[in-house]
């Protein structure tokens, strides 16, 4: 991925409980990343959100198994993201409960690689 691409980021809304093919989702979807070579990807768990149900999850420190909302960021360039997209599209849609998915631009400042031990 390169700086002065047209870079996107992909956003996938979902529940900590979601699961795809017995898989929790966002695990499955981050593996699915790595395996396509994109640039990177991120799991976020929200401590209080609603979707289209309109029902309220929240964290509670004696709920540690709490369904909670989580969001997968993945970010590379235009072209490798809708490919994505189109990859996990079917299996967002199977899933028995909703979702949301946004793809917008995003200009990438710095984007370098640490140390590996």
């Known amino acids: 991925m390169q700086n002065n691409k047209s870079n996107k980021i992909l956003r996938i809304f979902i529940s900590s409980t979601d699961r795809i093919s017995g898989q929790l989702a966002y695990e499955k979807i981050v593996y699915m990343a790595k395996e396509n070579n994109l640039a990177g990807a991120t799991v976020f768990r929200g401590v209080l959100g609603f979707g289209a149900s309109s029902v309220i999850h929240s964290s509670k420190f004696w709920e540690l198994t709490e ?12 072209e490798k993201t809708e490919a994505f997209y189109q990859q996990v599209e079917p299996l967002l849609n199977e899933m028995p409960k909703g979702c949301l998915v946004t793809l917008d631009p995003v200009n990438i400042k710095l984007y370098k690689a640490g140390k590996n031990k």
Not at 67 to 78: C, F, G, T, Y
Request: without cysteine; aromatic residues 0%.
């Open 67 to 78: 369904k909670l909302p989580v969001v997968i960021e993945i970010i590379d360039d235009k």
